[in-house]
């Protein structure tokens, strides 16, 4: 059945377009050919990656050996004291055209000599769940929304699921809430911690400490070799004061090389040997990065500036609230308004007024949602980004529609 009626559908089986082989007849062709003499060196290219594209036209991402070792060095370090090479599994959720999965997990499991427990498909929570009982992964790296899933599904509500064997899991790829991090804790008796990177960097440059001190809400700090400062949105030159909002730009040997065919646009993102990542946040006194929104999410109703993540991190500690997002729309009277959508926890029941009075009491009212949307599900990427471009156009043609 899957052969006739998903295989073509899902993208396991294509036609060949001109100038296209197949892998298999390519390798038989070359089967008595003797080896390449050729031996890689650290500058050359590795991997062609492309963004996510959840906010507009993805582009190839060219990254390096050196990228690719630099990374999995600097995650070994971090993960040297809790996971014991060769015995403790790595689970593997993150497909590998994603540098989170290629870069991060993979990078992660070579480097420690651990077995790598790959997931097919993991939006089969079933399956995946069934295999968390047999492998007992050590590392569990995965997206918040995954973390969201897990806590949702039956069997691990009836305490069916043995979690006890996750000495570390990693969330990144979007924002963790602080409500998912305590939830999944709880479950887990391990330690959940944020990252914060992505693919123009080689995955992750900050994580949160593995032992000691978790400030609420941060990315964490920079991983080893990994400089990081905050400098004005505006000029993205002057470094902001401790504790003030800048755009996050980025120094460390893990830096892509540009962009594929993408001159101008790889001039715009590394300047002077710094990446600009358009993402702006803050560094507290401890030296904690906090990630406040992407540049161009940036919401103005009625002239104020409100940053999605606030919103959506405010909302998530609704009880009944499982999933959110916050993205700004056109509006007749603010210009731009804030609009949240907003994923209930199964049997939950909840009013557009309930929300806007749970944000009342902890946001200036500017920032409160103009606007809340009930779905049963938010569109997402196939490594769980919510979609909040999808979103926004969603919302545009519908009011389009309703002139």
Same mark, same amino acid.
Request: with cysteine; net charge neutral.
């Given at each position: 059945?899957?052969? +006739?009626?998903?295989?073509?559908?899902?993208?396991?089986?294509?036609?060949?377009?001109?100038? &296209?082989?197949?892998?298999? *007849?390519?390798?038989? =062709?070359?089967? !008595?050919?003797?080896?390449? &003499?050729?031996?890689?060196?650290?500058?050359?290219?590795? +991997?062609?990656?492309?963004?996510?594209?959840?906010?507009?036209?993805?582009? #190839?991402?060219?990254?390096?050996?050196?990228?690719?070792?630099?990374?999995?060095?600097?995650?070994?370090?971090?993960?040297?004291?809790?996971? %014991?090479?060769?015995? &403790?599994?790595?689970?593997?959720?993150?497909?590998?055209?994603?540098?989170?999965?290629?870069?991060?997990?993979?990078?992660?499991?070579?480097?420690?000599?651990?077995?790598?427990?790959?997931?097919?498909?993991?939006?089969?929570?079933? &399956?995946?769940?069934? %295999?968390?009982?047999?492998?007992?992964?050590?590392?569990?790296?995965?997206?918040? %929304?995954?973390?969201?899933?897990?806590?949702?599904?039956?069997?691990?509500?009836? #305490?069916?699921?043995?979690?006890?064997?996750? =000495?570390?899991?990693?969330?990144?790829?979007?924002?963790?809430?602080?409500?998912?991090?305590?939830?999944?804790?709880?479950?887990?008796?391990?330690?959940?911690? *944020?990252?914060?990177?992505?693919?123009?960097?080689?995955?992750?440059?900050?994580? #949160?400490?593995?032992?000691?001190?978790?400030?609420?809400?941060?990315?964490?700090?920079?991983?080893?070799?990994?400089?990081?400062?905050?400098?004005?949105?505006?000029?993205?030159?002057?470094?902001?004061?401790?504790?003030?909002?800048?755009?996050?730009?980025?120094?460390?040997?893990?830096?892509?090389?540009?962009?594929?065919?993408?001159?101008?646009?790889?001039?715009?993102? @590394?300047?002077?040997?710094?990446?600009?990542?358009?993402? @702006?946040?803050?560094?507290?006194?401890?030296?904690? +990065?906090?990630?406040?929104?992407?540049?161009?999410? +940036?919401?103005?109703?009625? !002239?104020?500036?409100?940053?999605?993540?606030?919103?959506?991190?405010?909302?998530?500690?609704?009880?009944?609230?499982?999933?959110?997002?916050?993205?700004?729309?056109?509006?007749?009277?603010?210009?731009?308004?804030?609009?949240?959508?907003?994923?209930?926890?199964? !049997?939950?029941?909840?009013?557009?007024?309930?929300?806007?009075?749970?944000?009342?009491?902890?946001?200036?009212?500017?920032?409160?949602?103009?606007?809340?949307?009930?779905?049963?599900?938010?569109?997402?990427?196939?490594?769980?980004?919510?979609?909040?471009?999808?979103?926004?156009?969603?919302?545009?043609?519908?009011?389009?529609?309703?002139?």
């Amino acid at each position: 059945m899957f052969t +006739l009626l998903k295989e073509k559908k899902e993208g396991h089986r294509i036609t060949l377009q001109a100038g &296209d082989l197949w892998m298999a *007849e390519l390798m038989s =062709k070359h089967a !008595g050919d003797a080896a390449p &003499d050729y031996k890689p060196v650290s500058g050359d290219i590795a +991997l062609l990656l492309f963004s996510g594209g959840t906010t507009g036209v993805p582009k #190839g991402v060219i990254l390096t050996h050196k990228c690719l070792v630099a990374e999995a060095w600097q995650l070994k370090v971090w993960n040297d004291h809790v996971l %014991t090479e060769w015995d &403790d599994v790595v689970m593997m959720i993150m497909p590998l055209f994603h540098v989170y999965g290629f870069a991060g997990v993979m990078g992660t499991s070579i480097m420690g000599h651990n077995p790598l427990a790959v997931i097919p498909n993991p939006r089969d929570r079933d &399956d995946l769940v069934k %295999t968390i009982n047999k492998v007992k992964p050590a590392y569990f790296p995965a997206v918040p %929304t995954l973390f969201i899933a897990l806590l949702e599904h039956k069997l691990v509500k009836a #305490g069916k699921v043995d979690f006890k064997s996750m =000495k570390l899991c990693v969330a990144s790829a979007a924002p963790l809430l602080p409500e998912t991090k305590r939830r999944f804790e709880e479950l887990t008796g391990g330690k959940l911690i *944020e990252g914060y990177g992505m693919t123009e960097l080689t995955a992750a440059i900050t994580l #949160g400490p593995v032992e000691g001190k978790w400030t609420p809400g941060s990315a964490g700090v920079p991983l080893p070799d990994v400089v990081l400062r905050i400098v004005d949105v505006e000029t993205g030159e002057k470094d902001m004061p401790l504790g003030t909002e800048g755009e996050i730009i980025a120094r460390c040997p893990q830096i892509m090389v540009g962009y594929w065919n993408r001159p101008e646009a790889t001039a715009d993102m @590394i300047r002077k040997g710094w990446l600009y990542t358009g993402d @702006i946040g803050y560094i507290n006194d401890d030296g904690c +990065l906090f990630i406040t929104s992407r540049k161009k999410e +940036l919401i103005k109703p009625g !002239g104020f500036q409100v940053w999605p993540r606030e919103v959506e991190e405010v909302i998530s500690t609704h009880p009944k609230v499982a999933e959110v997002g916050v993205a700004g729309i056109p509006d007749a009277y603010q210009v731009e308004a804030v609009k949240a959508w907003v994923v209930l926890r199964q !049997g939950q029941t909840a009013t557009v007024e309930e929300i806007q009075a749970h944000c009342r009491e902890k946001l200036i009212a500017y920032k409160v949602p103009r606007y809340v949307e009930f779905r049963a599900e938010l569109p997402k990427t196939l490594v769980g980004k919510i979609l909040k471009r999808i979103l926004v156009e969603e919302e545009i043609a519908r009011q389009k529609a309703a002139k």
